[in-house]
Structures are given as C-alpha cells and as structure tokens.
C-alpha cells in the first residue's frame, strides 16, 4: 500500500510541472478547453487542467520581417520588371492571428503581391522610379487594413530592389550619361560666362582708378602751380609793401620804365622816344653818377 501511495504522489508531481507553464516576455499562449478557445495567458506562471486544456498556439509579439521573392509587375505604359518588398508586421491579437487565416504569411505575401500589381499598373516607369514613398505608404496603409481582421499590424512595407528589363535599364543609363553630359556643359558655359564677367569687371574696375588717379594728378599739379603763383604774388606784394613803407615807390617804378627802356634801347630800333616826366629823373640819374665818380677822384 506504502509502494501505491509513492508512485501516485510521483505521478501527481508530474502532470503538475506538465500542466504549470510559464509564458516568457513578449509572447502570448492561446488556450483551448474541450477544443474551443478559452483564454489567452500573457507572460507569467499558468496552470491548465490536465486532458482538458490545451495550449493551441504560442505567438511572439515582436515585430517580425518578412522579405518576399520578387514578383513580376506591369507598369502603365507596358513596361514588365521585377521588384520584391519588404513587410514589417507585428501580431497585436493572438486570438484573431490564429483562428483568423490559415496560413497568415502565405496570405500576406499573396495580399502584397496583388496589391503591388494594382499600384504599379497605374503609374509609367518614370513615376515608379521615383515614387518609392507614394508605393511604400500605399501599401502599408492597404495591407495595415486588410490584416486587421488577422490581428497583424502592418507597421511598414519597403520596396527592396526595383528590376526594368536590360534593355530599359541600358536606355536609362545613355539617358542619365546625355543628362550628365548636359549638365557639364552648362556648368562649364556658366563658369566661363562668370570668369569673363569678373576679367570685365576687373578691367573696368582699373580703368576708373585710373582715371581717378590722374584726375587726383591733375588736381594735385594744379594745386601746386597755384600755390607757386600764390608765393610768387605774396613776394612781389610784400616787395611793393617794403618800398611803399621807404616812400620811394614812385622812384622805384620810374627806375622800373628805365630799365624797361634800356632794355629797348639794346634792341635793334633806331629811335626811342623817352617821356618829359622821366627826363628830370635821368638827369638826377645823371648827376648822381657824376658825384659818384667825384667822390671815387677824391679817395
């Protein structure tokens, strides 16, 4: 009886840690009773009742990615290429995950292949290869409410690699060499058309300095000559001051007319007319000299 109650207190100890389990961060268990849903256990320690409860899925609430295989579109202008996306899903609801789809990836992958093909098929090769943003929202926001009713958020979708055929491919490159080609001349005409602005900028520049500096040239020489005429004046004027101050100012200028007469007189003319009124002042001249010369005698 010992050897009963032992092994029966064993097999209680097992199905109790069989039927104890515990639910790990960022994972949610799904639980059946009898076969039909009964509970969703979040993380911690859970107790099920032995042959009736059943754990029916484990499902992580992390944020999973998918890359789908590239699929082949159809642009609006007939152009076939291949391009292959990128799902970043996360499950908000185990319950609807998984009684949900049946195979949930498999319809996601079918979901975003169709749904790339209607959006493809409405714009041209040009507006596919720059509207990457425009394709990735509208993806997102389709698929994000389609999945709804699978308890999957669709957080982002990204178009990996957009294919065109070789021979676009090989067209779009002679196009982006033109384009480059193009652009090199324009900088080059641009930079050749400043260069020669700036050389005619220079030579103008240069030309009115210049002029600004003979004008400054002119100008300083001009200011010398008057200052010259002015000291010259100021001489002459402080001489006449000085011979005015001697009272002999109308000797002097007679004395001046003799000179200018004698002057004359060197010259080639064979007659000279002198005025009366310096008559007497030559003979004073005259008699001056002759004293002069008295005076020399005696000594």
Do not use: C
């Amino acid at each position: 009886m010992e050897y009963i109650f032992i092994a029966l207190f064993i097999i209680f100890i097992l199905m109790l840690a069989v039927n104890v389990r515990i639910v790990p961060q960022a994972k949610n268990f799904v639980i059946e009773r009898l076969g039909a849903y009964h509970a969703t256990w979040s993380t911690g320690v859970h107790f099920k009742l032995p042959l009736i409860d059943r754990v029916a899925n484990q499902v992580s609430l992390k944020e999973k990615v998918i890359d789908f295989d590239p699929q082949p579109v159809i642009t609006k202008d007939n152009v076939t290429m291949q391009i292959d996306t990128v799902v970043y899903y996360q499950i908000t609801d185990p319950k609807l995950y998984t009684y949900g789809v049946e195979h949930p990836m498999s319809a996601i992958e079918n979901l975003t292949a169709t749904t790339l093909r209607n959006i493809i098929g409405d714009l041209e090769l040009d507006e596919t290869l720059t509207s990457r943003d425009h394709i990735n929202t509208k993806m997102r926001s389709i698929l994000d409410d389609a999945t709804d009713a699978w308890g999957i958020k669709v957080n982002r979708v990204e178009l990996k690699n957009i294919l065109p055929p070789k021979e676009i491919q090989e067209a779009m490159e002679r196009q982006m060499k033109a384009e480059r080609e193009r652009r090199e001349a324009v900088l080059r005409a641009e930079g050749e058309k400043d260069s020669a602005i700036l050389v005619a900028e220079g030579a103008r520049r240069a030309q009115i300095l210049r002029a600004e500096a003979e004008k400054e040239a002119r100008i300083r020489k001009a200011e010398g000559e008057a200052e010259a005429i002015r000291k010259v004046q100021e001489a002459t004027a402080d001489g006449i001051r000085m011979i005015r101050e001697a009272g002999a100012d109308e000797a002097y200028i007679k004395l001046q007319a003799i000179e200018a007469f004698a002057k004359a007189a060197d010259g080639k003319a064979t007659k000279l007319i002198i005025p009366s009124d310096m008559q007497g002042l030559v003979g004073l001249v005259s008699s001056l000299k002759e004293a002069a010369k008295d005076v020399s005698a005696e000594k």
